[in-house]
């Protein structure tokens, strides 16, 4: 069976297929250009939160740091860090202590000489027992102990520190913790609270002065 086409007829149907086929691609560039707006106001939406959220955690950021400041600036004003009460209220401590051992010394000067030597360890014995006691319950690192000294005996060594330590240590007043950097570490005793609450008698050895009333 032949089926003949006028040209005109071939036109026309040539025509209507561009035309179909133009319909679809509009209607798939409008399905395409929909979906493309959609995804971008999306992306613009999650842009917006985005910046918002960050806006928001920036505005905290500057609050925090602003509490920060006042805080750091309030800290010296009312609060006093542990090393730095325990060195001042020692250094206070053994001043007052140390007038008494002045009279006393005062007073042995005139029947024998005295030793000033045994004076300044029998002292020190006494000093760090004092600062141990401040430290308590935690206890001190021997820089801390030194660093006391020296508000005491401007020329306090560490080695002086540790035999003093040592010392004290025989004598089951204070424990000793050896680290494993080197640093010694130091906590009374049970015995050495009770001689530095002046609840026990204290053997010769540290400079223990008679009770304040």
């Known amino acids: 069976m032949m089926v003949q086409l006028e040209f005109w007829q071939l036109i026309t149907l040539l025509l209507a ?9 509009k209607v798939l560039f409008g399905q395409f250009e929909r979906r493309m707006s959609e ?4 992306m613009q939406q999650a842009l917006k939160d985005h910046t918002e959220s960050e806006a928001k955690a920036l505005s905290q950021l500057q609050s925090l740091e602003r509490d920060l ?5 309030d800290i010296p004003l009312h609060y006093v860090r542990r090393e730095d009460y325990v060195r001042n209220q020692t250094v206070i401590e053994a001043k007052i202590d140390a007038v008494g051992l002045k009279i006393e010394n005062w007073q042995l000067r005139g029947s024998h000489h005295v030793d000033a030597a045994k004076i300044r360890r029998e002292s020190m014995r006494w000093y760090i027992l004092l600062t141990l006691q401040n430290a308590q ?5 021997e820089e801390l102990i030194l660093t006391t000294l020296q508000g005491i005996y401007t020329d306090a060594t560490q080695h002086e520190v540790r035999v003093q330590l040592d010392y004290l240590h025989s004598r089951d007043l204070v424990d000793i913790e050896r680290k494993p950097d080197g640093r010694w ?6 015995y050495g609270v009770d001689v530095v609450e002046y609840t026990v008698d204290c053997e010769p050895g540290i400079a223990r002065p008679p009770k304040h009333c």
Do not use: E, Q, T
């Open 17 to 25: 297929f561009f035309a179909f086929v133009g319909a679809g691609g």
């Open 39 to 42: 995804r971008f106001s999306a």
């Open 69 to 73: 400041l006042n805080l750091k600036a």
């Open 137 to 141: 319950p935690i206890g001190a690192f």
């Open 185 to 190: 570490f130091a906590k009374l005793d049970r």
